[in-house]
């Protein structure tokens, strides 16, 4: 199984400012997903992290909001531009081989003020 | 948006119980998979189940899956208070790339 680590694993932001978060894997891994999980509620995708290419948004994401890049096999970062209130949640990092098993980060919880 | 939708959406048992969760989903799938999320924690991977098969077992839990009524059942036996968390069914879609979409999640709750 892949061992995820996301860093920071919490954060309180002014409106207005960017956070930029990092997600490392301990293997070589085919795909990379970043998902979002408001309190009390199920995950939604954000996007698939293409290696050496963009990402692939999901309906209701935007790249000029959360700007993702992957350069290379183990390793990708999320940045949330431009935060609101509406922006606090927890955003995951997720990782899988092929048609594996898919993996979780500890994810990092985001607190907009 | 959600692929699945999980029911019972919250469950309440007494501990030594076994519970039962279900999932359904609208199109067709490579895979599903279940986790477990204990509150404020991150995911737990439970099973993964193919589109070919019908049952897998691990320990406690018992996962299956009908492919022709679109649905999937988690099944924890001999339920304790440590299995009181959120479970979710995820599933892999046929078409659309490698992607993981999520249900709403049941939350059981097992009293001691």
């Known amino acids: 199984s892949a061992v995820i680590s996301q860093k920071p694993s919490r954060d309180i932001c002014q409106r207005g400012t960017s956070l930029t978060i990092q997600c490392q894997v301990d293997?070589?891994?085919?795909?990379m997903f970043w998902y979002r999980q408001q309190p009390g509620q199920s995950l939604t995708l954000i996007a698939t992290a293409n290696q050496g290419s963009e990402a692939t948004y999901e309906s209701g994401f935007v790249i000029d909001k959360f700007p993702i890049s992957r350069p290379n096999l183990t390793f990708s970062t999320l940045t949330v531009s431009n935060m609101s209130p509406e922006d606090s949640s927890i955003y995951l990092c997720?990782?899988?081989?092929?048609?594996?098993?898919?993996?979780f980060g500890p994810g990092t919880r985001l607190t907009v003020t | 948006s959600q692929q699945g939708e999980e029911d019972p959406q919250a469950l309440s048992i007494q501990e030594g119980e076994n519970a039962t969760m279900n999932c359904s989903y609208k199109?067709?799938?490579?895979?599903l998979q279940w986790y477990r999320q204990n509150s404020g924690r991150g995911l737990v991977h439970l099973i993964l189940?193919?589109?070919?098969?019908r049952e897998k077992h691990s320990g406690r839990l018992r996962v299956t899956l009908d492919t022709s009524k679109k649905s999937s059942s988690l099944l924890i036996t001999a339920s304790r208070a440590a299995d009181t968390a959120s479970y979710f069914c995820?599933?892999?879609?046929?078409?659309?790339?490698?992607?993981?979409?999520f249900g709403a999640g049941t939350r059981l709750f097992v009293k001691a």
């Open positions: 293997s070589q891994v085919t795909m």
């Open positions: 995820a599933t892999d879609r046929d078409t659309g790339g490698f992607k993981t979409i």
């Open positions: 199109t067709s799938i490579n895979n």
């Open positions: 189940i193919r589109s070919n098969e």
């Open positions: 997720s990782a899988r081989q092929g048609r594996g098993e898919q993996y």
